[in-house]
């Protein structure tokens, strides 16, 4: 069968690491308040010459020199971000420029679900033969939409990329690539994570703005639901899965996932302490980060989930 295989994975941050307690000179908050409530210490933050293309152009580069695949073998880029460096052309086509490829090219605009999204968008085009190579990019530079007065918003998010190579491969039924992905929405929920503007009605990106119990409670019902029934649809026990990838937004949330599906927090990758929410960039960032120092290893089963603004919501299991 033709499978959609990860063949290369690579991230990037900004030079730039905030500390809580360099917030805590500015924002009315404080290093304890925010391990307590987030598990935040720390959070990269882009500078001048720092944008989410050339963050999503350096990941990517880095997932096809793992792969050890050139550039001029991608013919699909899809590039999750809801902080693109225009209103167009998309992003995706500036990182096509700066790679060298040719094909296809295009922005998937799901907030913090936005990768997930773009495995899916991904995984159909390859499986049905529109392309062979693809690049799944997750980018973010969240922190020119925060209201950096506003300590119950600014303190949880960083800028940073993530991006895996993905390759059509003709595998047995037990080999490797992505077995099941399941997507939603609920856009009755979209005011209470969203910005309070944008292009086309201030005029500018707005500021973040959340209303945080609200989210937590949907953000832990919601990944539950759509973990079991990617499961379901696999025929796997949860119990089979070696590592959870989740969007990293908030130690309480990934912790409470975890219970609900019976998991231990061992098989939780956890990078929300130095990365804090890099919104659509955090899963391929925290998938990289496992793979690189060995946790992740070929074989392994791998559930991919994230919930964001929208509401949006998914996950996606594959084998290494």
């Known amino acids: 069968m033709i499978r959609s295989v990860v ?18 000179r500015t924002v009315d908050t404080s290093d304890e ?6 598990g935040i210490r720390t959070r990269h933050i882009a500078g001048e010459g720092e944008t989410t293309s050339t963050l999503a152009t350096l990941a990517a580069r880095k997932a096809l020199e793992a792969a050890g695949i050139d550039a001029a073998e991608v013919d699909l880029i899809v590039l999750a971000t809801t902080t693109p460096d225009r209103t167009f ?13 040719k094909g296809i090219a295009f922005d998937v605009a799901a907030v913090c679900s936005g990768f997930i999204y773009g495995i899916g968008v991904a995984d159909s085009m390859l499986r049905t033969g529109m392309a062979r190579t693809a690049l799944v990019i997750g980018a973010e530079t969240m922190s020119r939409i925060l209201d950096w007065e506003d300590r119950a918003t600014c303190v949880l998010f960083g800028d940073g990329a993530g991006a895996v190579v993905l390759a059509a491969q003709d595998v047995a039924e037990d080999g490797p690539g992505i077995l099941v992905t399941r997507l939603h ?15 086309g009605t201030t005029g500018t990106s707005g500021k973040v703005r ?3 119990r609200e989210v937590f409670r949907h953000a ?11 499961l379901e649809s696999a025929g796997i026990p949860a119990s089979s899965i070696d590592w959870v990838v989740p969007h990293q937004a908030n130690a309480r949330i990934l912790d409470a996932t975890a219970r609900k599906l019976g998991l231990p927090m061992e098989k939780v990758v956890v990078t929300v302490d130095s990365h804090a929410n890099t919104s659509a960039a955090s899963v391929p960032l ?7 120092d060995g946790r992740i290893r070929p074989g392994d089963l791998v559930m991919l989930e994230a919930m964001g603004g929208g509401f949006t919501w998914g996950a996606s ?3 290494m």
């Open 286 to 292: 925290a998938l990289d980060v496992a793979v690189r």
């Open 33 to 38: 308040w925010i391990v307590e409530r987030t």
């Open 7 to 24: 063949k290369g994975t690579g991230s990037a941050l900004p030079e730039r690491v905030v500390s809580n307690a360099e917030l805590a």
């Open 210 to 212: 959340m209303k945080g």
């Open 89 to 101: 052309p998309a992003t995706a086509t500036t990182v096509q420029a700066a790679l060298g490829c």
């Open 185 to 199: 929405a609920d856009g009755t929920h979209n005011g209470l994570l969203c910005t309070d503007g944008g292009p």
């Open 317 to 319: 299991l594959l084998r």
């Open 220 to 230: 832990v019902v919601n990944l539950a639901e759509v973990l079991e029934e990617v």
